[in-house]
């Protein structure tokens, strides 16, 4: 039977190449986007395919999108949390605003759609579904100037790990983070957000140079990555992380010896901090 893929933030990117890889490989895509007249695919057809609005900081989209599935193809079988878009820029020359915005929009809405996913597979029969987010190597690693951005990719990965305990076996329910390093995405570009208003402190910085002379350079290739999302959304047991891209898996890499190393230097004051016996 084919599946059926609720994919959020299809317009560009993983979003895109994912909804046209599922499409390719015989199973039903529901594309979201907040304007999905802008969608277009090859070789859809009413039986394979289905566009909705889908703004995930606007809850009765999310229920909207998810009844629409439903009542077009009967379940949802994956659930792939991509809408999301990077701000970038020194902390203290982020807006409130700024910062609110990016939460929302990255942390809140993908937890508004995970729930409502989460009931969806629950409640359907047979019951079961993965869900796949898609965070960032930023979701691992501390970057200058997405301190926000890294903030709600690292909120999304501790979300989701304490879920993923949280549901019962018979339920089938699956979670893994996919965690991207720099690919040929709009990331660095339409989806790029900057902080409106310089302070005279961090003259050393310019997030928009440093970001601008990557984009379209990178070294990761949106549509391998999509097939690798793809890949690993028909597991039969999906892992939990997973590390797109050479450098981004070195890097985590050496994110994990630095961390045991550091844990392990201060064993004993860790160790001695018990209520006596």
């Known amino acids: ?42 070789n859809t057809n009413p039986k394979n395919y289905f566009a909705v609005k889908l703004d995930v900081i606007v809850p009765k989209d999310i229920d909207l999108a998810f009844s629409a599935a439903l009542e077009q193809f009967g379940r949802v079988d994956v659930v792939i949390n991509n809408a999301g878009y990077s701000l970038s820029g020194p902390f203290e020359e982020l807006s409130d605003t700024q910062i609110k915005k990016q939460m929302d929009v990255n942390f809140f809405g993908l937890m508004a759609v995970t729930r409502k996913a989460m009931q969806v597979m629950r409640e359907q029969q047979p019951c079961g579904g993965l869900i796949q987010q898609v965070t960032s190597i930023g979701g691992q690693l501390g970057l200058p100037t997405y301190s926000i951005y890294c903030a709600s990719k690292w909120a999304i990965e501790g979300f ?36 409106t208003h310089r302070h005279p402190a961090y003259e050393h910085i310019d997030a928009r140079k440093n970001s601008s002379q990557f984009h379209g350079i990178q070294p990761g290739d949106p549509v391998k990555g999509a097939k690798a999302m793809y890949e690993l959304a028909i597991m039969e047991k999906p892992p939990l992380r997973v590390v797109p891209g050479n450098a981004a898996y070195e890097m985590v890499m050496e994110k994990l010896k630095r961390d045991k190393e550091g844990y392990t230097r201060f064993e004993t004051l860790s160790r001695r901090t018990e209520v006596d016996a």
């Open 160 to 195: 989701t790990e304490a879920i993923s305990h949280e549901v019962l076996p018979t339920w089938n329910i699956n979670f893994t983070l996919i965690e991207p390093g720099a690919f040929r995405t709009d990331i660095a570009g339409r989806s790029m957000e900057y902080a």
């Open 1 to 42: 039977m084919p599946r059926v893929f609720l994919i959020t933030g299809t317009s560009t990117g993983f979003g895109k190449h994912l909804v046209q890889e599922v499409i390719d490989k015989g199973d039903i895509a529901v594309a979201t986007a907040r304007n999905p007249s802008t969608l277009s695919f090859e």
